[in-house]
């Protein structure tokens, strides 16, 4: 499957720690805990209460109470002993939640069994352990709750009025209430587990994303400081290089004195040249914020050119040189450049040997196709391809690729970044009928279709302003 990570290391090493296991253990906090079973306990004394002197049934009130002074000696125990903002582990939480597993299922056998309505609470345990623990925990409390439950159909107290009427309902009605409980368990575990998982996901994706794009506008901010660190300095380093030139033709009968003026014009020479590789000459270039659309791609392709897979840049079709249309300006804004990076390193990634990053420019759109002549998406996942985590049954890890998981975390993060900027995007084979057109003929990869509508990038297209200073 084509899946991408960011390229950079200490994206791969973030992403790697936010998405292991240990990033969901101890999400449940104890004054959560506490604060349901004090609401579950509230609830526990009404409904004795109302069904004791309202409906008269005949409880065995006494021992109910044991029951449920159980929760509260244990809530008060909790909430002394331990923080109540602390968050349990895995091992607490399981012991509280087959805890209050245990209580209800006395209180049931004290009322009733399954005859009793109150039995579907015994799923809230169960839901709960599926939507903040791991698989194992929740299988384990779900196991014993279908060994109470099993137990409690055969073992309970019967409910009776207090005029001696007992309330005995037909064994069918006791059994399809325990089947609708089995059926409860794993619907409603399921259920939740799976929208669970797909939050947590989104949200750990989005801040992978964040990060991304935080550590892409430094970059961008530190290319603009570097260029107009390195304008404000040439004077200062032009006067220092004629000054020491001065002295040493002045100097030239005190060898010593001469060699230290020597010096200094020498590493003048050398801060100039380090200062221009490091950054434009020039103050805040306004091409720092935007530039021709060919120029942006190069930068955003810069990283993966020399990965042994050729990189080809054409308009519509032709190569950059040979084209005469003229070519609108995109803002360098970290959302496309850190998207289109992740486009072309994902077809990179995945290519045999070539790559081709087409432009497509009319009056209304700008389109960028990444094609490559790869293998393509898997169909049965060309529908989902860009939602975070995507994983095939049976899939074998590459050897050769260890960091990549099957999370799809790279096109993920570049479609979120990209759509930002109101961009597009499509993916599609270049084999299929749905690829985008016009399509690349000699492309029998993977493509993906930027779009932009033009009139997004309006204020782009003329630099007809004066650069700005930068103030450091």
Known sequence: ??????????????????????????WIRLRTLIFLRWMAVTGQIIALVVAHYLVEL????????????????????????????KRLSRRAAILSLL????????????????????????L???????????????????????????????FYIPLSFQNGDVVDLPPLFIWGNWFALIIGFVFLSGYARRVTIETFSMSQALAATQMALDREHKLTVLGGVVAAAAHEMGTPLATIKVVATELEEELHDKPELQDDARLIR?????LSKILRDMGRTGKEDLHLKRAPITEVLREAAGPHE????????????????????????????PEILHGLRNL????????RTQVWIDIKVTDQTIRVLVADDGKGYPHDFLGRIGDPFLRRQKKKKNPDRPEYEGMGLGLFIAKTMLERT???????????????????????????????????FSKSDKLDHKNQHVKL
């Open 1 to 26: 499957m084509r899946e991408d990570v960011t390229s950079e290391s200490t994206m791969n090493q973030t992403t790697h720690n936010l998405f292991t296991n240990q990033a969901r253990s101890e």
């Open 124 to 154: 809230a345990p169960v839901t709960i352990s599926a939507t903040a623990l791991t698989l194992r925990a929740t299988l384990i409390l779900g196991a014993c709750a279908i060994a109470m439950i099993t137990l409690l159909v055969n």
């Open 344 to 351: 072309i390193q994902n077809a990179v990634d995945f290519a």
């Open 422 to 456: 109101n961009a597009r995007l499509t993916f599609a084979n270049g084999t299929a009928t749905a690829a985008p057109s016009p399509a690349l003929e000699f492309a029998t990869g993977a493509m993906v279709s930027v779009i932009w509508d033009r009139h997004n």
């Open 99 to 122: 805890f209050d597993l245990s209580q209800l299922i006395a209180l049931l056998y004290l009322t009733g069994g399954l005859s009793n309505p109150f039995s579907l609470l015994l």
């Open 306 to 333: 020399n990965r042994g897979k050729k990189i080809t840049f054409l308009v519509n079709g032709l190569p950059f040189e040979e084209s005469s249309r003229h070519i609108p300006n995109l803002p360098r804004q």
């Open 58 to 85: 005949d409880l065995e009130l006494a021992l109910c109470f044991v029951v449920i002074s159980a929760s509260v000696l244990f809530n008060l125990l909790a909430g002394f002993i331990l923080p109540v903002n």
């Open 266 to 270: 020498e590493q003048a020479v050398r």
